[in-house]
């Protein structure tokens, strides 16, 4: 699924969060360094500190540092966005959803639509999960996680979307060849597909007997799930 990714120097910073630091005072260079950072640099630097918390699952964190940049900061795309994701990580769906429906004619739009997406995802609402994640396609067609998160929200709905499934995960692969993700669930499209011969290359693809029994014993658990209706788990995604 679609993740927010922190540049690795601001790691070991966002570790530190259990002693009540202050991300500004962290990241801000001794003025005897460097030059002053400006205004804008500043806010991305705080923002990448919190997106550090979400990375970690510490959502609640999260918010509470993002409650106090709205304070003071303008509430640009980038902080909607991670809003977004640390009201989907504390379940406050309605919230969350808001958030991301005003990424809509920003720069990121996409991850906005896809934001919805996961939010109906993890509401259990695969068809509204569909048409939203089809949203963040058209807008970012050559994202692989997009294209993935399509994929197994239309695996999910069945039926008739099998078709359209398949062709999202086999273009999600083609983009990211090393995403076990997308193989997995590839394999899952092949086989509700009716195309066990097709799943069994792809699996022999696998390069570890392990791995390969992994996948063979989750795919499997997934189906018979799927077949008696119990609801997908969004994690698989």
């Not at 939203?132 to 695996?155: D, I």
């Not at 997308?182 to 097709?198: D, F, P, T, Y």
Request: some cysteine.
């Amino acid at each position: 699924m679609k993740k927010i990714l922190l540049l690795a120097a601001f790691v070991p910073l966002a570790g530190c969060a259990d002693y009540g630091f202050d991300p500004i005072a962290t990241i801000s260079p001794a003025s005897s360094n460097v030059q002053a950072l400006d205004e804008a640099s500043t806010s991305r630097l705080y923002l990448s500190v919190v997106n550090g918390l979400i990375e970690q699952g510490r959502y609640r964190a999260a918010l509470a540092y993002l409650d106090q940049y709205a304070v003071k900061e303008r509430k640009t795309a980038y902080f909607l966005q991670l809003y977004g994701e640390a009201l989907l990580g504390t379940e406050q769906y309605d919230a969350a959803a808001e958030a991301f429906a005003e990424l809509e004619s920003t720069e990121l739009e996409a991850d906005g639509f896809n934001g919805i997406g996961r939010v109906k995802a993890a509401q259990g609402d695969w068809r509204m999960a569909a048409e939203n994640f089809q949203k963040a396609v058209n807008v970012r067609p050559s994202s692989s996680e997009f294209l993935n998160n399509l994929g197994y929200a239309q695996l999910c709905v069945g039926g008739e979307a099998i078709p359209a499934a398949e062709f999202n995960l086999r273009q999600a692969q083609e983009l990211d060849p090393t995403s076990t993700s997308i193989r997995n669930n590839l394999v899952i499209a092949l086989l509700m597909a009716g195309k066990e011969e097709q799943a069994r290359r792809l699996l022999a693809g696998i390069p570890t007997m392990r791995e390969r029994t992994e996948v063979q014993a989750f795919a499997a658990t997934w189906l018979e799930r799927h077949m008696r209706g119990d609801e997908p788990a969004k994690e698989d995604m």
